[in-house]
Structure formats: structure tokens, C-alpha cells
């Protein structure tokens, strides 16, 4: 439940968020409450967080409850984050993004939201006495790089004590005598004296949990305490009989043993309905859970569901007997760890195996069938808390390890790349020594891995990984099954960024005439075929195929109404198309089509999506190209300090949006600023693409413009020869990327005197380019402009004086004379070529 208040409210927090119901029955404590927040709110530096540490049942997350509700207007947002498994970490600050007025997961992406919000914390920004509540943080070492640092606090909840090494840690022990009289009296209003409460308190250790089991087993039934008593000791004795070792007290046990039986008397299916609860996760289970009949149930949980009358009963006693606390706004039981695992303890194991299979297909039933759209990914994390305790990887179930491939679906779609890659690898784990790594949900789950790995910038693990997919999917499902021609594409993305961009090409053709040819409508399947086969055309200069390919593909999309069923890879062909068309010179069409493109990211996935900083850079670009450098340079500051946030230096992403920031900082007079972030992006380059990829080299020709216009022409020169040798065993020379360095290359000759040398090479690249791209295109007025002053610079006046002509006429009908371009042209400047990397 999110619960927001007006500014003028001083004594409730404007945001307040899922924190769990107030125990009304809460009892002592006063000391160790008073403790905490003085130590949280005393000081004025920063303070540290707080841990509370003790055993499972001494109640540590009720006494943080209990904090956020008696301390709530000390503070402008409590928020409440179950941290037991990291994945929900992330996926719980993500929720926090729209009550803090940033994008919400479900626009932005689980990742870039909760590093948006732990920026947002940081700064104060709008709130800076807020509270945190990491509730089950079992593993210090998991979470302490995502405890948000700035003024507020943070609280933390864990049965590991080793956080007192890491944080201020206040342990919680059991209840003193005087507690759990005083807890007993108040949970048991009649029928209960203070003396008999001190029997029971002594039996059951002072345990709260075991206590509340008691009060509530008093209060549902009227048992009196000298019988509770008689039963309790009977149920330890056989406990200890038995000899089991425990973690808990026998009397722990033996209580909660007897409210089990005391339900099964008065409702025997709450009793069902607790067993199955104990296989699901100890987070919140949403009721719609358990809403539809399916099959493979068995008989007494499916007649429990068709009686939703019966249900709700039945989920209400498991509260009243305190086996379950109930969220009603949210819809929503949870069941204690503890109480789970002694549930599942008193089971055989062929019922475990039962009950969590069931538990699995009610899982797989829960979740909607298209984990892309934005509407369930709602559903997904409610779902995503289970799939890990319920151990959905060890299913075998067709439908269940469906939901498996869809959660990871969700997951890459909501942009959490690292948690999708810790599931993939538990499932295709578990699959495959269960069912053959070549089976093919296997081989699903494997390709599902290799686009992670590439998603995270993890190139020659995707590469390892899919090309033995690949082999396998070829070898046991075939050439044109729907998982091989994935896999297929993946080579084709993995040759791509290993710089073989004419391999990649050929196989990206194949694939798609195979899709064409399994399918007699045109799909998705085939327009993402077409991007990849547009995106190897680009990266070999032909911008015209590209161009006419994405098109085309744009139209059909737009005829059929496909549009609205999966409009990330519409952006995706959009912005495609955009980029494109600024790659063959036509900058004004770019820009046009970049700003729709860029309005439809943001309003169709939001400001903070992968895709939409991708579109964003694009965008940035097109503007410098055109001459609009203000607009250019505030939107490539935004876009890569959004990258460097999101997904640190060193992913491919954020290296292409340095350069792209410093380039426009080069074009504007920021020589240091673009000198620094170049050479720094240039030493990354290796760490993402091989050594000898187009790309590094490529960028290392930015860093030499920089060497060149700042004082060091040698080391320029130096530079842009190691970078054309670089760049021709993969491209050769009549290649966009080679005859760009070439052209600045002849630059660098020409500030160190030596004319001859820059004009022969000024002009050998004018005319590759003029047949590669064309007479008019913005690269080829640039080296017929180069090659000019190189002219006049030998005193070949008459040549110069025609080549300037023609130049100059170009410029007229494409760019205009107004161009930045051609201003430095007609200042018979030489003008510089650089270079952004496009995406893989």
C-alpha cells in the first residue's frame, strides 16, 4: 500500500509505503525503540544504518513496524524493502521511483529506476528525512553496495549477526519475564491471569512468535492454560522423544503444533491452504494466486478455490489463529519463515514434492502470458519473490518453465540485466541436468542468456555461449526451428561485435530468408530480421540498402497495426531508421525523424529506458551534425550521465555516449574537457570490444583530432596510422570508418609540413569517398574541402579555385552555405572528421 499526504500534514509521512499493519498487541520494547531512535536521529553528520539482529521469531520485523509507525513524523517518507533475496532489493526501490516523482520500473526499467531513486535519496531530492526498512537481510555482503547513502536512515531487520561489523547493530533477544505478561495479558484481555501468563512465558521461552501462537490459540478456542499447558507438554515430550535436531525450542515447536491442530479441528481446509503457503517465498503471496481451478491441482485444494466463500474463510482463520498476517488493501497473505519451515517440517517428503509442484502451477497460472507489456509487469514482481523458495528452476512442467522464460522476459524488459542473468543460469542449470542440455527449453533459456550477456556489454562470454547453442539447437531441433534462426541471429550480434561485420551481414540475409520462408504473413520475427540485415548494411557504408530496408519495414508495420503490440522494437527499427538516414548526409531528415522518435521512447517507455538513452545519443548526434550545438550538447551531457549512473563506465553504451559528449565539446571549443573524456573512453574501448574491432580504432582517430588541434600533430599522426593499419584488415581502406580517419590523417601531414604527402592522401580519399557515398555526402564535401586548402597550401591556385567551385555549389544544395561546415570551408579552414560508434 502506498499512502501519500498533502505538505501541509506534519504529523503523517507524504509518502508511505507498503510498510505492514501495527501490531495492536505490541508489548515492551521501550528501551531498545528509544535506543534506536535516539542513535538514528541524534546526531547531525550522516548517520550509519542500523541493524536489529537476533533469531527468527524474537520479532525484529515487528519491531520495525512498530518503530515506523511511533517515529512516523519524524520523517517525510518510511518505505518498507524485503531483502531477502536481492532481486527484490532492486525491484522494491524501483516502486519507490513514481512516489519521488521519477519514472516509474514500468516505463524505465527495474535497474535505471532503483539507481534513479538511490541518486534521488542521496541528494535529499525532494526528501531528506526519509527511512528505509531492509527487512530478512540475511547476507551483509549482498546489499551493502545498495543501502542508500544521504540524510535519511536506514533500519535493517536480520537473524545474521555479522552486520555488527558493518553497521551500528542492536541485538534483539527474547521477551523479559515482565514482556511476555504484559504481552500475554494484553493479546488475552479475559481469561488469562498474570500468573498464568508467567506458566506459559516460562514454557514457551519468551519467545513472541511462540507467545502469539499461544494468545491466539486462547482467544480463537477459550482453551484454558493449566489444559494448553498439559498439551504443551505432552507435544514436547514427543518431540524430544523423537530426537529431531531444531533450530527452535521443542516448546516453539510443541505451540505451534497445537494451533495447527486446533484449526484443523474448527477448518480443516485453512489447514490445506497453510501447507500450501509454506511452499511459496516468505513475502507477501497475492490472493489472485488462488482464483482459478487448473489442472494438476488436487481435489481438495481445486474444490477450496471453486468456493471462493470457503477460500476466504479459510484465509481469514489462518490470520485469526496468527498462522498468516493479512494485507486486505493488497490482497495479500504472508506466512512467517518459521512458521513455513515447521509447516514443511512435519510433512513427508513425497507431500513436499506435491505441494510445491502445485504451488508451481499456481505460480505459472498467476502470471499473464506477454511479460513485454508494461500493464504486468505489476504481476511479474509480485510473482518474482516465489519463483526462487519455491523452487520453480527444478519444475519440469512445460507451463511452469514457461513462466521461467517469461519471468526472464520481464526481467530483460524492465532492464534488470543482472538478476535475469542469476535466474537464466539457475534454470538452465536445473534444466539441464533434468531433461539434456539439448532439450529445448533448455536451448531457450541459453539463447535468453546469450542476448543478457550482450546486454551487459559481456561480448566474449555471449559469443562462447551462443555458438554452442547454436551447434546444439542446429543439431537437435534443426536449421529453421524458431530457437535455432534466435540463435542464429545472436552469431550474426556476436561477429558484429568481434568487428566482422561482413560474416555477420551474411548470416543475418540467411536468417531472414528463412523466417520469410517459415511464415506467410510478415511479423515481428521478420522485421527484427530485417533491422539486423539494415543495421550490417550500415556498418559496411551502404546507407542506401539500410535506408530502403527500414523503410519498408516501417510501413508494413504501420499497415498491419502492429505498432502498439511491441513498441520497444518499433522504436528500435525508428530510431534504426534515424540514424540511417543521418549516416547517408541527410542531417535536417534526421533530425525530424530523431525527435519523433525520441517523443515516442519517452512516452511509450519512459526518460530512463535503455532504449530511449539510445534514441536520446542518436538524437544528440543529429543535432551536432546539423549545426543545433546548444540542444546537442544538453542532451548528450543528460544522456551519459543517465549511462554512467545506470550502467557504469565501462558498458558499451555508456563508452558510445563519451564519445558522442566528446565529440560536441571538440566542436564547441572544449578541448580539455573532450581531450580528458576521449583518451579516457579510448583506454576502455579494449576492455569491451577485441583489440582489433573497427570501433577502437575508430575512436582512437577522435583522440587524434583532440592531439592534433591542441598541439601535438606527431602524436596525431601517430595515432591515425596505427589507426587506418587497425582498420583495414576488418573494413579496408574503402570503408566510411577508414576513409575518415584517412582524411584527418592527411590533416596531420599537413600541420607538420609535409603537403605533398597530405594532398596525394587528401585527394586518394576524396575520390573513394565520392564512389563510396557519393559527391554530395557531408564526408565527401569535407575532404573535397580538405583537399582545397591542401591545393592552395602546393600553390596549385587554378585546381583549388575549380575544386572550390564545385565544393562550394554541393554545399548550397545539400547542407547550405549557412552550415557550420561550410563556414569553415569558405575560411579555408581544413575541417575534421569524427566518428560515434553505433550500437551493436
Given at each position: 500500500?502506498?499512502?501519500?499526504?498533502?505538505?501541509?500534514?506534519?504529523?503523517?509521512p507524504?509518502?508511505?509505503?507498503?510498510?505492514?499493519?501495527?501490531n495492536?498487541?505490541?508489548?515492551?520494547r521501550?528501551?531498545?525503540?528509544?535506543?534506536?531512535h535516539?542513535?538514528l536521529?541524534?546526531r547531525?553528520?550522516?548517520?550509519?544504518?542500523h541493524?536489529?539482529?537476533?533469531?527468527?521469531?524474537?520479532?525484529?520485523?515487528?519491531?520495525?513496524?512498530e518503530?515506523?509507525?511511533r517515529?512516523?513524523s519524524?520523517y517525510?517518507?518510511?518505505?518498507?524493502?524485503?531483502a531477502?533475496?536481492?532481486v527484490?532489493?532492486?525491484?522494491?526501490?524501483?516502486?519507490?521511483?513514481?512516489?519521488?516523482?521519477?519514472?516509474?520500473?514500468?516505463?524505465?526499467g527495474v535497474?535505471e529506476?532503483?539507481?534513479?531513486?538511490?541518486?534521488?535519496?542521496?541528494?535529499g531530492?525532494p526528501?531528506?528525512?526519509w527511512?528505509?526498512?531492509?527487512?530478512?537481510?540475511?547476507?551483509?555482503?549482498?546489499?551493502?553496495?545498495?543501502?542508500?547513502?544521504?540524510?535519511g536512515h536506514?533500519?535493517?531487520?536480520?537473524?545474521?549477526?555479522?552486520w555488527a561489523?558493518?553497521?551500528?547493530a542492536v541485538?534483539?533477544?527474547?521477551?523479559t519475564?515482565?514482556?511476555?505478561?504484559?504481552?500475554?495479558t494484553?493479546?488475552v484481555?479475559r481469561g488469562i491471569?498474570p500468573e498464568?501468563?508467567?506458566?506459559?512465558?516460562?514454557?514457551?521461552g519468551?519467545?513472541?512468535?511462540?507467545l502469539?501462537?499461544?494468545?491466539?490459540?486462547?482467544?480463537?478456542?477459550?482453551?484454558?492454560?493449566?489444559?494448553?499447558?498439559?498439551?504443551?507438554?505432552?507435544?514436547t515430550?514427543?518431540?524430544l522423544?523423537?530426537g529431531?535436531?531444531?533450530?527452535?525450542?521443542?516448546?516453539?515447536t510443541?505451540?505451534?503444533?497445537?494451533?495447527v491442530?486446533?484449526l484443523?479441528?474448527?477448518?480443516?481446509e485453512?489447514?490445506?491452504?497453510l501447507?500450501?503457503?509454506?511452499f511459496?517465498?516468505?513475502?507477501?503471496?497475492?490472493?489472485?494466486?488462488?482464483?482459478k481451478v487448473?489442472?494438476?491441482?488436487?481435489?481438495?485444494?481445486?474444490?477450496?478455490?471453486?468456493?471462493?466463500?470457503r477460500?476466504?474463510?479459510?484465509?481469514?482463520?489462518?490470520?485469526?489463529f496468527?498462522?498468516?498476517?493479512?494485507?486486505?488493501?493488497?490482497?495479500?497473505?504472508?506466512?512467517?519463515r518459521?512458521?513455513?519451515?515447521?509447516?514443511r517440517?512435519?510433512?513427508?517428503?513425497?507431500?513436499?514434492e506435491?505441494l510445491?509442484?502445485e504451488?508451481?502451477?499456481?505460480?505459472?497460472?498467476?502470471?499473464?502470458?506477454?511479460?513485454?507489456?508494461?500493464?504486468?509487469?505489476?504481476?511479474?514482481l509480485n510473482?518474482?519473490?516465489?519463483?526462487?523458495?519455491?523452487k520453480?528452476?527444478a519444475c519440469?512442467?512445460?507451463?511452469?518453465r514457461?513462466?521461467a522464460?517469461?519471468?526472464?522476459?520481464?526481467?530483460?524488459?524492465s532492464?534488470?540485466?543482472?538478476?535475469?542473468?542469476?535466474?537464466?543460469?539457475?534454470?538452465?542449470?536445473?534444466?539441464?541436468s533434468?531433461?539434456?542440455?539439448?532439450?529445448?527449453?533448455?536451448?531457450?533459456?541459453r539463447v535468453e542468456?546469450?542476448?543478457?550477456l550482450?546486454?551487459?556489454g559481456r561480448?566474449?562470454?555471449?559469443?562462447?555461449?551462443?555458438l554452442?547453442?547454436?551447434?546444439?539447437?542446429?543439431k537437435?531441433?534443426g536449421?529453421?526451428?524458431d530457437?535455432?534462426?534466435?540463435a542464429?541471429?545472436?552469431?550474426?550480434?556476436?561477429?558484429?561485435?568481434?568487428?566482422?561485420?561482413?560474416?555477420?551481414?551474411d548470416?543475418?540475409?540467411?536468417?531472414?530468408?528463412?523466417?520469410?520462408?517459415?511464415s506467410?504473413a510478415r511479423?515481428?520475427?521478420?522485421?527484427?530480421?530485417?533491422n539486423?540485415?539494415?543495421?550490417?548494411?550500415?556498418?559496411?557504408?551502404?546507407?542506401?540498402?539500410a535506408?530502403?530496408l527500414?523503410e519498408?519495414?516501417?510501413r508494413?508495420?504501420?499497415a498491419?497495426?502492429?505498432v502498439?503490440?511491441d513498441?520497444?522494437?518499433?522504436?528500435?527499427?525508428l530510431?534504426g531508421?534515424?540514424r540511417?538516414?543521418?549516416?547517408g548526409g541527410?542531417?535536417?531528415?534526421?533530425?525530424d525523424l530523431?525527435?519523433?522518435?525520441?517523443?515516442?521512447?519517452i512516452?511509450?517507455?519512459?526518460p530512463?529506458?535503455?532504449?530511449?538513452l539510445?534514441?536520446?545519443?542518436?538524437?544528440s548526434i543529429?543535432?551536432?551534425?546539423?549545426?543545433?550545438?546548444?540542444?546537442?550538447?544538453?542532451?548528450?551531457?543528460?544522456?551519459h550521465?543517465?549511462?554512467?549512473?545506470?550502467?557504469g563506465?565501462?558498458?558499451?553504451?555508456?563508452?558510445?555516449?563519451?564519445?558522442?559528449?566528446?565529440?560536441?565539446?571538440?566542436?564547441?571549443?572544449?578541448?580539455?574537457?573532450a581531450?580528458?573524456?576521449?583518451?579516457?573512453?579510448?583506454?576502455?574501448y579494449?576492455r569491451?570490444?577485441?583489440?582489433?574491432?573497427?570501433?577502437?580504432h575508430a575512436?582512437?582517430?577522435?583522440?587524434?583530432?583532440?592531439?592534433?588541434?591542441t598541439?601535438?600533430?606527431?602524436?596525431?599522426r601517430?595515432?591515425?596510422?596505427?589507426a587506418?593499419?587497425?582498420?583495414?584488415?576488418k573494413l579496408g581502406?574503402?570503408?566510411?570508418?577508414?576513409?575518415?580517419?584517412?582524411v584527418?590523417?592527411?590533416?596531420?601531414?599537413?600541420?607538420?609540413?609535409?603537403?605533398?604527402?597530405?594532398?596525394?592522401?587528401?585527394?586518394g580519399?576524396?575520390?573513394?569517398?565520392?564512389?563510396?557515398?557519393?559527391?554530395d555526402h557531408p564526408?565527401t564535401?569535407?575532404a573535397?574541402a580538405?583537399?582545397?586548402?591542401?591545393?592552395?597550401?602546393?600553390?596549385?591556385?587554378?585546381e583549388?579555385?575549380?575544386l572550390?567551385?564545385?565544393?562550394?555549389?554541393?554545399?548550397?544544395?545539400?547542407?547550405?552555405?549557412?552550415?557550420?561546415?561550410?563556414?569553415?570551408f569558405?575560411e579555408?579552414?581544413?575541417l575534421?572528421?569524427?566518428f560515434?560508434?553505433?550500437?551493436?
Open positions: 500500500m502506498i499512502r501519500t499526504q498533502p505538505n501541509s500534514s506534519p504529523k503523517i507524504q509518502v508511505w509505503g507498503k510498510i505492514p499493519p501495527r495492536k498487541n505490541f508489548t515492551g521501550t528501551d531498545l525503540l528509544e535506543r534506536l535516539a542513535g536521529g541524534g547531525v553528520t550522516a548517520v550509519l544504518p541493524a536489529l539482529h537476533g533469531l527468527g521469531g524474537v520479532g525484529k520485523t515487528m519491531m520495525a513496524v518503530y515506523a509507525h517515529y512516523q519524524d517525510d517518507l518510511i518505505w518498507w524493502i524485503p531477502d533475496q536481492p527484490l532489493v532492486r525491484s522494491s526501490l524501483a516502486s519507490l521511483a513514481a512516489p519521488l516523482g521519477l519514472p516509474s520500473a514500468s516505463v524505465s535497474e529506476a532503483a539507481n534513479a531513486v538511490l541518486e534521488a535519496l542521496r541528494r531530492d526528501f531528506t528525512n527511512l528505509l526498512i531492509f527487512d530478512n537481510a540475511d547476507e551483509p555482503e549482498e546489499l551493502t553496495d545498495i543501502l542508500p547513502q544521504g540524510p536506514v533500519l535493517i531487520t536480520s537473524r545474521n549477526h555479522r561489523g558493518v553497521v551500528d541485538p534483539i533477544d527474547v521477551f519475564r515482565k514482556e511476555s505478561v504484559e504481552f500475554l494484553r493479546r484481555p491471569t498464568d501468563a508467567d506458566r506459559l512465558a516460562e514454557e514457551l519468551d519467545l513472541p512468535l511462540a502469539e501462537q499461544a494468545g491466539a490459540l486462547h482467544t480463537e478456542t477459550g482453551i484454558a492454560v493449566t489444559e494448553y499447558l498439559r498439551l504443551l507438554a505432552e507435544r515430550s514427543q518431540l522423544s523423537q529431531r535436531p531444531s533450530e527452535y525450542p521443542a516448546s516453539m510443541a505451540a505451534w503444533a497445537l494451533s491442530a486446533s484443523e479441528e474448527k477448518l480443516p485453512a489447514l490445506v491452504l501447507r500450501y503457503c509454506a511459496f517465498g516468505p513475502e507477501p503471496i497475492p490472493r489472485d494466486a488462488f482464483i487448473v489442472p494438476g491441482l488436487s481435489p481438495q485444494l481445486a474444490e477450496l478455490i471453486a468456493d471462493p466463500i477460500l476466504g474463510r479459510a484465509i481469514a482463520e489462518l490470520g485469526r496468527a498462522l498468516a498476517r493479512l494485507d486486505l488493501p493488497a490482497r495479500t497473505m504472508q506466512v512467517h518459521l512458521i513455513q519451515a515447521l509447516v517440517e512435519e510433512l513427508p517428503a513425497a507431500e513436499h506435491r510445491r509442484h504451488v508451481h502451477l499456481l505460480l505459472a497460472n498467476y502470471a499473464p502470458p506477454n511479460p513485454r507489456e508494461s500493464t504486468n509487469w505489476d504481476t511479474y510473482a518474482l519473490g516465489h519463483i526462487g523458495p519455491s520453480v528452476a519440469q512442467e512445460s507451463s511452469v514457461k513462466l522464460i517469461n519471468m526472464i522476459s520481464f526481467l530483460s524488459a532492464a534488470d540485466f543482472g538478476s535475469a542473468r542469476a535466474f537464466a543460469q539457475s534454470f538452465i542449470d536445473e534444466w539441464s533434468a531433461s539434456g542440455a539439448d532439450h529445448e527449453e533448455v536451448l531457450t533459456m542468456m546469450g542476448n543478457l550482450r546486454e551487459l561480448y566474449d562470454e555471449a559469443a562462447r555461449s551462443n554452442e547453442t547454436l551447434q546444439a539447437a542446429e537437435s531441433l536449421p529453421d526451428h530457437v535455432t534462426l534466435r542464429l541471429r545472436g552469431r550474426a550480434a556476436d561477429l558484429r561485435a568481434s568487428g566482422d561485420f561482413w560474416q555477420a551481414h548470416i543475418d540475409e540467411e536468417v531472414l530468408r528463412r523466417f520469410e520462408t517459415a506467410s511479423d515481428w520475427n521478420i522485421w527484427r530480421a530485417v539486423s540485415v539494415a543495421l550490417d548494411h550500415g556498418l559496411k557504408s551502404d546507407y542506401l540498402k535506408r530502403a527500414l519498408q519495414a516501417i508494413e508495420i504501420r498491419s497495426g502492429a502498439s503490440t513498441p520497444a522494437s518499433y522504436l528500435n527499427i530510431t531508421l534515424a540511417t538516414v543521418r549516416l541527410d542531417y535536417s531528415e534526421a533530425c530523431g525527435e519523433d522518435a525520441y517523443a515516442y521512447a512516452e511509450q517507455l519512459g530512463e529506458h535503455a532504449w530511449t539510445r534514441t536520446g545519443k542518436d538524437l543529429a543535432w551536432r551534425r546539423a549545426g543545433d550545438y546548444d540542444r546537442a550538447m544538453e542532451l548528450a551531457e543528460e544522456i550521465q543517465r549511462y554512467v549512473r545506470t550502467l563506465l565501462d558498458h558499451p553504451d555508456t563508452l558510445a555516449a563519451a564519445i558522442c559528449l566528446s565529440n560536441i565539446q571538440r566542436t564547441v571549443g572544449q578541448f580539455q574537457e581531450m580528458g573524456l576521449a583518451d579516457d573512453t579510448v583506454r576502455r579494449p569491451v570490444y577485441i583489440t582489433e574491432h573497427p570501433y577502437n575512436c582512437a582517430g577522435n583522440l587524434a583530432i583532440l592531439r592534433r588541434i598541439g601535438d600533430p606527431e602524436i596525431a601517430k595515432i591515425n596510422e596505427d587506418l593499419a587497425g582498420s583495414e584488415p581502406r574503402d570503408h566510411h570508418y577508414s576513409l575518415t580517419v584517412a584527418n590523417l592527411a590533416s596531420d601531414l599537413a600541420a607538420l609540413g609535409e603537403m605533398e604527402s597530405a594532398y596525394r592522401l587528401s585527394a580519399s576524396l575520390r573513394r569517398l565520392t564512389a563510396l557515398l557519393g559527391e564526408t564535401l569535407l573535397a580538405n583537399t582545397v586548402a591542401n591545393l592552395r597550401d602546393l600553390g596549385r591556385d587554378d583549388a579555385a575549380e572550390f567551385a564545385a565544393t562550394e555549389e554541393r554545399y548550397r544544395r545539400t547542407l547550405t552555405l549557412d552550415h557550420p561546415d561550410a563556414r569553415v569558405f579555408g579552414r581544413r575534421d572528421a569524427d560515434d560508434p553505433p550500437p551493436i
